[in-house]
């Protein structure tokens, strides 16, 4: 089964941790973003594909995407501009990740908030997050 959510009740009177988004076709990528995500208290869900990234971002309007470019059925950059278009997720905060350092550019000025080149180290995965959540 493709991407799965991880569903946590607050305690009463607390707000719910910010829930974000990971698409990544590499599996063990997508999966070892999820793992430093979560714990650090992140809630996370994870796909494969950028069909299911942007059908699951319409559906359950995650604060941050993380969307790796070279993705099956849409690449990320086109799962951003397809939220930038959309009222219900225009305002998402969106991180591009690609191999190529030449996907930057293009991935900012279709709509990124931000662009990280792999391999990245975790801290800076965190740091890009958290600047972003915390950001207007």
């Given amino acids: 089964m493709e991407g799965g ?13 910010p829930l974000i988004l990971i698409a990544d076709d590499m599996k063990d990528v997508a999966d070892f973003m999820t793992l430093a995500l979560r714990s650090a ?9 950028g069909e299911w990234a942007l059908q699951s971002a319409l559906r359950l309007n995650p604060q941050l995407a993380i969307l790796n470019n070279l993705m099956p059925y849409r690449n990320g950059i ?15 905060k969106i991180i591009i990740t690609s191999a190529s350092e ?4 293009a991935a900012l000025k279709k709509g990124a908030d931000a662009f990280l080149s792999v391999p990245f180290q975790l801290p800076r995965l965190r740091e890009t997050v958290k600047k972003l959540l915390a950001g207007p």
Avoid: F, S
């Fill in 5 to 17: 959510a991880l569903l946590i009740r607050p305690a009463h009177g607390r707000k719910a941790p």
């Fill in 41 to 49: 208290g992140y809630r996370v869900i994870k796909g494969y594909n």
């Fill in 78 to 92: 086109d799962v951003a501009e397809k939220l930038r278009q959309d009222p219900r997720t225009a305002k998402m």
């Fill in 102 to 105: 030449k996907t930057g550019p």
